[in-house]
């Protein structure tokens, strides 16, 4: 069984530019959550989403950073303009229940110049 | 937020001496918590959960023991071998928090050969 697939897996940008993340979580789970990962530090929730609703969005900086779900499957994550402070691992997961395991994909390391 | 604390932020033992990792938690409603491992440039792996109505949950060389009068969990390796380097988060949730996850800062396990 596949598990959660996110790319890219590395992205290097200047500050000020975009950036986009893809998430795919696993088949049939319809809860997918959007973490950041500091170094050194646990993942902090950014959104969650549930089928194509985001019930949880309330630590996404909406200023700069915009997440959708359009069908309930796969997710974009992206931060328009980045900046220094941006640079961090990008952590997708999802799980079957919203009070389930989650399962983490191998998360898109960001690095802001 | 919420608190979801490590007592030690490194640990090391001796390759096939048990290794016990200790997390403190502050929300006495939590009724949920899971124990995850992230090797480096990984996402967080699933180790073993527990829920509030037991106190010790056992898997494979892993034991987890929930004291909920002191707000403790723990996580006990056992025979610790050298893939077992990695840095472990225990996560805590529950429904008075909107069954969203929140993580600790981590505990640096490094096995000695």
């Known amino acids: 069984e596949a598990g959660v697939v996110q790319s890219p897996r590395y992205k290097i940008i200047e500050k000020k530019q975009p950036v986009a993340f893809w998430c795919n979580p696993i088949s049939g789970h319809n809860t997918l959550y959007w973490y950041l990962q500091n170094l050194g530090q646990g993942p902090e929730l950014l959104i969650r989403y549930e089928n194509e609703e985001a019930v949880d969005d309330s630590q996404l900086p909406k200023d700069r950073f915009s997440a959708e779900r359009l069908k309930g499957v796969d997710s974009t994550l992206k931060i328009q303009p980045a900046e220094l402070g941006d640079s961090a691992v990008y952590l997708c997961a999802s799980s079957l229940a919203v009070t389930g395991e989650l399962f983490f994909g191998e998360g898109s390391r960001l690095t802001v110049l | 937020g919420e608190s979801v604390g490590l007592h030690l932020p490194t640990l090391s033992v001796q390759e096939g001496d048990n290794s016990i990792i200790n997390c403190a938690y502050s929300?006495?409603?939590?009724?949920?918590f899971i124990w995850y491992k992230q090797e480096s440039g990984k996402g967080p792996q699933f180790i073993i959960d527990?829920?509030?109505?037991?106190d010790k949950r056992q898997g494979q060389r892993v034991t987890v023991l929930l004291n909920k009068t002191v707000k403790h969990l723990s996580l006990q390796i056992a025979a610790t071998q050298p893939g077992d380097s990695a840095v472990y988060f225990c996560a805590e949730t529950g429904r008075n928090t909107g069954n969203q996850f929140y993580f600790g800062t981590g505990t640096s396990l490094t096995v000695i050969p």
């Open positions: 929300n006495s409603a939590s009724d949920y």
């Open positions: 527990i829920r509030s109505n037991m």
